[in-house]
């Protein structure tokens, strides 16, 4: 780089600010484009994800192809066990068909890596994202892509706002009888780490007070908005991103950050071994980490994973009382709370 | 030339070449019904990922209270839809093909249309219908008397009875029909003239008399209700009543362990076995020989005074089973919101819009349940027909046990055959696992017992001497069947394809365990959308699968007559 004299230290400056900001260590142009043409060798991946609902997984899909011509991504959005469940079956085929894998329930990629199932790649550009998501495996083996919250929903036309349940156990009160929705523990990973937080906080007598007042049991999380919205049941444990985002839309979509916390859910992305495109697996890798991704996730009011993207309604993630568990905590508890669940509920 | 040489010579020249032929179709048959079922059976001894064989599977398999219960819901499920099929098919079956009934072309045209709905769509009508909170009809009921409980609710051993049975009473119809209309009216008379009226005549002599074929419709019925998974998806698991092919699924979870969902499918296979075994043993002291030849005349009930509230009961049917959840479906595909209701506001083509150009995948799920439903169903009606030749001419030793492989599939449950092919098809050496193959064979598995009913049929009426005159003329066996058995039976492989497509493309029990990402199809498209709830942009696809349907129905109606579908097959 040439400069003219006499600017050298601005010029210096703002280099050693460069390298020292995350920017600076983002995807380049040139290995970008590199990756690009490797990609567009293979022409296409497929992406499981649970990380969204099928509106915003479509969107992500498209705003990737829209990026980088000639590769396609082939979306399947399911919930998270239902994911892993299929991605186990190819993976017991000996016929992997999936590249890269989005699952919400991180104790998959615990279990993926002590066998040797996930493919060892750090996107250049996950030094981009916020400093509180970077690095979540030491190894670099899975990253994390997408940020949720699991708080109190509800449906803003039959119930007020000083009457919505201010806490979890709120839930419980006889006068939401026949009015709850929730997810299932073995289908959406959201739940299975809600289900877990909860019984750590209030022990499994919290599930079996709620089995009394006969909530309505769906598959996904995203179930429990649709069914506020119709009106179905007036009350929930729910993504609070996407009632902010069906709220903006118009529906009679409420919201509570419940004050013994929200269960913050951190949803990593990774590529499998053995993946048959495996260029284009790391090009939508770096991708899914990009600002670009966290433009697109906003859109459609997701949290985003970069500073300089700012999020879309909502109160900031640092202002909420937060229920984050461990990696490895919710590796151990999830598939016995899974049980649990099916002992007491039946289903 | 001498004669020791010869000999072999002529032999050779003796030895009938499309024996082989027909070898080799007995030996494609064998291969994809016997191959499954011995691959699940071995299954189910299998250790996981080990060596050597192990009865720890079905240990596990039972060794839950919960998994028990499972299966014993299910039978208890089965046995209420067989029952409620019956209580809504054989008076209708009646009153459409023997009495005087108004409306009876309509009644049948209905009982058609709760067919060709599949019964995944039916429940998301119903759970507009019947949620306990927001379905339409609890919300009149409460509207209107001003209760706190709701009327109905969808998400109960109940709700999933019903709304099976709306979609499997088809074939306890059809059974009881066919029956029907081979019972003459001369014993009937004879209970007139003795003094029984209408009704008394039914229930002491017309019923007695179709009872084997009642039978076959309910064993047929029952054993239908048990492989279906798309309504325990989306009603059971809220109903909070667990059920075989849930908890097989389970089995599938990780790690996935086919072996124990082998052994966890065996009973249902003995079960199978066992009703078959007491079908003969109800029938076999009695004779029914009334029903089979050609009896005296068929002649109309006149019903009087019961027509019209035979009527009420035949619309009340068509109004449950067809009309009532295809009016709310349309409204939810319409809906930002089904709970909504009817307004303006609430109008929108949004649903159908994500579905046909926004959902990537749903327009490839269209087209591959079209191809590889057409496929299957192609290669199920040419091999079916094949084998209904051997049978028919009796080409093969053993050709029964031919005829019966085709049938076995029909009364095998389909859930059962699903891990069968899985463990058949999926592992190396196949590897077939994500594949269109894998499908379209497991499809035209499931697809073979109806097409070989049909070809089977359609053969017994061409008289095997127009073909020897083709041989004699010096065409081969191939020549005759080209030149003379296919074109005869034109019109009636258009209707048994027709007949085969239709279940095909909406196949989803056997296609939940064999789809990859790039093969989903229709079904599992709208089961993985189903998991968000948005039962309007499942109610948009829904539509999309349906008018698929109903343009090939209709195609099929020009070509072959539109009872094709009605008569026994």
Redesign the interface.
Known sequence: MRAPKGRTLPIALAMLAATLSPAAAQLSADAEKALHEAAKKEGQL?W?TAHY???TA??M??AFMARYPGVKV??????A??A????????????L??DVFGSTDIG?YL?LKTKGLLEKFTPANAATTLESVRGIDADGMYHVSSLGMVGITYNTAKVKAADAPKNWPDLLDPKWK??VSVG?P??SGYVGIWVLTMTKMYGWSFFEKLEKGKP?????I??????L?????LVAAGPITSAIEAAAKG?PLGWVYPTDGTVVIIAPQAIVKGAKNPAAAKLFMEWALSEDASRTMVEDYQMSLHANVPGRGGTPLKDIKQLILKPDEILKGVSDVKERW??T??? | MTSTAAAPVRAWLRFDWTMLVWLGLAAVLVFIVVNPLIRLVLASFEVRDGVGYTFDNYLTAYGRPRYVQALVNTLVMGAGVAALCVVFAVPLAWACSRTDMPARGFVRLCVLAAFIMPPYLGAVGWILLAGPNAGWINRAWVAMTGATEPLVNVFSLTGLIVIMACNLFFFVFVFTTSALELVSSEMEDAANILGAGAVRTAFRITLPLIYPAILAGVIVVFLQSLALFGVPALIAIPARYPVVTTQLWQFFESPVRVEVAAAYAIPLLGITIGLLGLQRLLLARKGYVTVSGKGGERRVVRLGAWRWPMFGFAATICLITVFMPLVVQVQAAFSRAWGRGFSLDNLTLENFRFILFEHQMARQSVFNSVTYAAIAALIAILLSLCIAYIVNRKLLRFSGVLAFLCMAPFVIPGIVLAIGFYAAYAPPPLALYGTALILILAFATRALPIAYASNAAGLRAIHPEMEEAVRILGGGRFMAIRRVVAPLLKRSLVGAWVLVFVPTCQELSTAIFLTGPNTRVMSVLLLDLSEEGKLEQLSALGSVLLVITVIIVAIGFRIVGRDFMLRRT
Request: no cysteine; hydrophobic share 25%.
């Open positions: 497929t499981y609902s099928a509106e479509e969107k899909g498209k082939n979306v399947v959005r399911t919930t066990q239902v892993y469940q299929r991605l186990s079956q190819e993976l017991r085929a000996g016929s068909q999936v998959h279990e026949s009015q299932h073995g289908f309505q049991i769906g598959r996904s995203l179930d429990t908005q649709t069914m919205k119709a009106g179905e049941r529906d099916r002992d509920f039946g289903n």
